[in-house]
Nanobody
């Protein structure tokens, strides 16, 4: 059974940094499709960054500030978040598993497994 466990969330001041981790278990091999999504209160969940077949993708709102990386040996996905802004405040979710290959890497429908989320709060 696939399990994704996020960690590293918390509070930061604007301009600060946080690093999120997502530990994946239950995969025989590292999933070639993994990504980070976020959902702010009152808003829909949106794709933030993703790795699909070792190619990274980013939402325009985080380009140049966030970096996605992974450690295949540890089956762990990371999201380094720098220059944080109050609008980055959200619950951040890890996603994995290649489901619908016809949709983009930052689309929810691309993935079939989700973590429980970790809260990120950025204060001004």
């Amino acid at each position: 059974q696939v399990q994704l466990v996020e960690s590293g969330g918390g509070s930061a001041q604007a301009g600060g940094s946080l690093r999120l981790s997502c530990a994946a278990s239950g995969y025989r091999y590292p999933s070639p499709c993994m990504g980070w999504f976020r959902q702010a209160p009152g808003k829909e969940r949106e794709g933030v960054a993703a790795f699909v077949n070792d190619k990274s993708s980013y939402a325009d709102s985080v380009k140049g500030r966030f970096t996605i990386s992974k450690d295949n040996a540890r089956n762990t996905l990371y999201l380094q978040m720098n220059s944080l802004k109050p609008e980055d405040t959200a619950m951040y979710y890890c996603a994995a598993g290649c489901l619908r290959l016809s949709v983009g890497p930052l689309e929810e429908a691309r993935y079939n497994s989700w973590g429980q989320g970790t809260q990120v709060t950025v204060t001004s």
